[in-house]
């Protein structure tokens, strides 16, 4: 079975750090580029970053570039998203997600999510 | 644009039609394939639509979606009681880079 399981997530102060985790299973990993999602709470969906398959391309959203890192493992098969200088307002639910074999933005496959609260 | 538009929310009774719109620019809609998400509460968001139009397996036929020039729309057909849910639509957008979401549009079921 396809699976995303994400972890890492808590409460942490502003201007703190996180590492979150996305273990995949059932794929092959090292075959799709892979994305992070957020969701604040009672809000839509904000993209975050994306990785290539490779590692050797990234992309973040402007809110975040200077302060989160992508990376991933894939003999590991797992994502990472390295995140710094945290804000209130990166408080949400982090989604790790795969593309589809049909385009390479449609996330078919999602994890579960890991919640991050940031606050004093 | 960081954000695509949609309206805010659509309604219907069981069985009729429920149209959503999404609304792009020429570096993301107007340029790239169109996807639909379908979130029902406290759940991930789960791919409807990809590619403007096309469904994944599994994803029922009274889904349907379409692209024209930078705006792109979602049709439910027959709507059921299990459609109620946020659909948010989403895009590549080639000049920032980034992957842009829809507002999303809460669809009830009345």
């Known amino acids: 079975e396809e699976q995303l399981v994400e972890s890492g997530g808590g409460l942490v102060k502003p201007g703190g750090s996180l590492r979150l985790s996305c273990a995949a299973s059932?794929?092959?990993?090292?075959?799709?580029?892979m994305h992070w999602v957020r969701q604040a709470p009672g809000k839509g969906l904000e993209w975050v970053s994306a990785?290539?398959?490779?590692?050797?391309?990234?992309y973040y959203a402007d809110s975040v570039r200077g302060r989160f890192t992508i990376s991933r493992d894939n003999p590991e098969t797992s994502l990472f998203l390295h995140m710094i200088g945290l804000r209130a307002e990166d408080s949400a639910v982090y989604y790790c997600?795969?593309?589809?074999?049909?385009?390479?933005?449609?996330?078919?496959?999602w994890g579960q999510g890991t919640v991050v609260t940031v606050s004093s | 644009q960081s954000v695509l538009p949609q309206s805010p929310s659509a309604s219907g009774t069981p069985g009729q039609r429920v149209t959503i719109f999404c609304s792009g620019s020429?570096?993301?809609?107007?340029?790239?394939?169109v996807h639909w998400y379908q979130q029902l509460p406290r759940t991930a968001p789960k791919l409807l639509i990809f590619?403007?139009?096309r469904r994944p397996s599994g994803v029922p036929d009274r889904f349907s979606g379409s692209k024209s020039g930078s705006s792109a729309s979602l049709a439910i057909l027959g709507l059921q009681s299990e459609d109620e849910a946020v659909y948010f639509c989403?895009?590549?957008?080639?000049?920032?880079?980034?992957?842009?979401f829809g507002t999303g549009t809460e669809v009830t079921v009345l």
């Open positions: 020429s570096s993301n809609i107007g340029r790239n394939p």
């Open positions: 989403a895009a590549w957008d080639d000049t920032l880079e980034v992957l842009v």
């Open positions: 590619s403007n139009d």
């Open positions: 059932g794929f092959s990993f090292n075959y799709y580029s």
């Open positions: 990785i290539s398959p490779t590692g050797h391309h990234l």
């Open positions: 997600a795969r593309p589809g074999d049909g385009s390479e933005t449609a996330l078919d496959l």
